[in-house]
């Protein structure tokens, strides 16, 4: 029987092409956020498999890769449930890894601790357009921070990132979970349905106003509650009047403090940050995430049709392993999604190395070639690419194909 030549379903091989360019996203990330002060860290791939089905990463619990225990400790014939079997699985996102690594070294730690964190995750997903079973995740998280000046911190240093890959014209979305459940409350809900109405809500934007009536309903929700909450949606703008009206008509359903959090996070944002884009107040945005508790944000490109990142507060996760909560506020970029749009543009990595080739008859003499070695030498420390290689019978097409990896300079060498 041949092996198999693709890849798993829902993982991709990556072509030297694609490899620069995310070697230089990688490197601009590290570059622009540790200007910001996020010092780099990394956690294992693979985590505990109770951290992981702890009910705080909302659907993506269900799309955990699990793995079997090893060794005595797997006994195939005795387990009985699942238990026996699966004690960790491969890390679905960076948040949970990031908060049971705080827990664990806070005493060695800054206070508050900026942290930057990529690598790869998994999910048992549908693989589609710009998404993945394997991907990278890039985050920045603010640990030990209580005031909104972290939130600010994260939206302007992604900003910044994104202003130097030249994206232009996005929207950054945000809203607070308080506030959502001050709209269910203030509609007639009862605070255990949040979850089924905030879940269907988050399709607003495929199924509109009515659809969210509709799905509402046959849930089960009555008439008056689903009025009374879609005309909310109805009256509040997307923009800072919408966070004063949503306060308005709550009254004593928002907390002041909620709604003037949101207002200094925009506006200390519109005046301050780098690069085309605008802050817009989504009443509808919900985030799958359940562990969030304050702030939520997401990009949004149209060039995309979708988010291509997001975040938000989550001040009792650290909890959850601690016995004490501590503020935290995240925001990840989707890196997958941002290179395969550079790609689509046809980006081409600035200030890259002048590439050469060396293309080198076959049958040239020992000492002819080791002086086109040391030739190559030279020109690799003064800071160009030289790739020495036996020339091919069809010249035109090996320099084709080094073209597409970069080359832009030949130089051949003959036996006479």
């Known amino acids: 029987m041949s092996l198999k030549k693709k890849p798993v379903t829902g993982m991709k091989d990556i072509t030297p092409e694609e490899m620069?360019?995310?070697?230089?996203?990688?490197?601009?990330?590290?570059?622009?956020?540790?200007s910001f002060g996020f010092s780099s860290i990394?956690?294992?791939?693979?985590?505990?498999?109770?951290?992981?089905?702890?009910?705080?990463?909302g659907e993506n619990e269900k799309l955990i890769f699990k793995i079997l225990k090893r060794g005595e400790k797997l006994n195939l014939e005795t387990a009985e449930t699942e238990a026996d079997l699966v004690d960790s699985g491969l890390r679905y996102d960076l948040t949970v890894?990031?908060?049971?690594?705080?827990?664990?070294?806070?005493?060695?730690?800054?206070?508050?601790?900026?942290?930057?964190?990529?690598?790869?995750?998994?999910?048992?997903d549908r693989p589609q357009r710009g998404r993945f079973r394997q991907f990278m995740q890039c985050d920045i998280d603010i640990l030990g921070d209580n005031s909104c000046m972290a939130e600010i911190d994260l939206i302007l240093a992604m900003s910044t990132l994104l202003s130097r890959l030249d994206f232009k014209g996005y929207v950054i979305r945000i809203n607070d979970r308080k506030l959502l459940k001050a709209m269910a409350a203030y509609s007639g809900f009862e605070e255990?349905?949040?979850?089924?109405?905030?879940?269907?809500?988050?399709?607003?934007?495929?199924?509109?106003?009515?659809?969210?009536?509709?799905?509402?309903?046959?849930?089960?929700?009555?008439k008056d509650c689903i009025e009374k909450y879609l005309n909310l949606f109805k009256q509040i703008t997307r923009d800072k009047t919408g966070v004063s009206e949503c306060a308005r008509l709550l009254g004593d359903f928002a907390e002041s403090a909620v709604?003037?959090?949101?207002?200094?996070?925009?506006?200390?944002?519109?005046?301050?940050?780098?690069?085309?884009?605008?802050?817009?107040?989504?009443p509808t945005?919900?985030?799958?995430?359940?562990?969030?508790?304050?702030?939520?944000?997401?990009?949004v490109m149209e060039e995309y049709g979708g988010s291509v990142g997001g975040?938000?507060?989550?001040d009792e996760m650290?909890?959850?392993?601690?016995?004490?909560?501590?503020?935290?506020?995240?925001?990840?970029?989707?890196?997958?999604?941002?290179?395969?749009?550079?790609?689509?543009?046809?980006?081409?990595?600035?200030?890259?190395?002048?590439?050469?080739?060396?293309?080198?008859?076959?049958?040239?003499?020992?000492?002819?070639?080791?002086?086109?070695l040391s030739e190559a030498a030279r020109l690799r420390g003064s800071g160009k690419s030289v790739s020495v290689a036996q020339m091919q019978k069809n010249k035109k097409f090996q320099k084709q194909q080094l073209e597409q990896q970069g080359f832009t300079e030949f130089k051949e060498f003959f036996v006479n």
Not at 42 to 57: A, M, Y
Not at 97 to 115: G, H, I, V
């Open 192 to 222: 255990k349905d949040y979850d089924n109405v905030f879940i269907i809500l988050d399709k607003m934007d495929k199924i509109g106003l009515d659809g969210v009536a509709s799905e509402l309903e046959e849930a089960g929700f009555s």
């Open 97 to 124: 890894p990031l908060s049971r690594y705080y827990s664990n070294n806070a005493n060695n730690l800054p206070t508050p601790f900026k942290a930057l964190q990529m690598g790869n995750v998994w999910r048992a």
């Open 20 to 34: 620069r360019i995310r070697d230089h996203v990688i490197s601009l990330i590290k570059e622009t956020y540790g």
């Open 318 to 372: 650290i909890g959850r392993f601690t016995g004490n909560n501590t503020p935290a506020c995240g925001f990840s970029v989707g890196f997958e999604r941002i290179v395969m749009l550079l790609m689509e543009r046809g980006y081409k990595v600035p200030g890259e190395n002048e590439r050469i080739a060396y293309l080198v008859e076959k049958g040239m003499p020992s000492d002819r070639m080791a002086d086109i």
């Open 259 to 282: 709604t003037d959090n949101l207002l200094t996070i925009m506006d200390s944002v519109e005046k301050s940050a780098v690069g085309d884009f605008r802050m817009e107040f989504d």
């Open 311 to 314: 975040g938000g507060r989550y």
């Open 42 to 57: 990394e956690t294992p791939c693979v985590e505990h498999i109770e951290n992981l089905s702890s009910k705080q990463g």
């Open 285 to 299: 945005l919900v985030r799958g995430m359940s562990y969030y508790t304050g702030p939520i944000f997401e990009i």
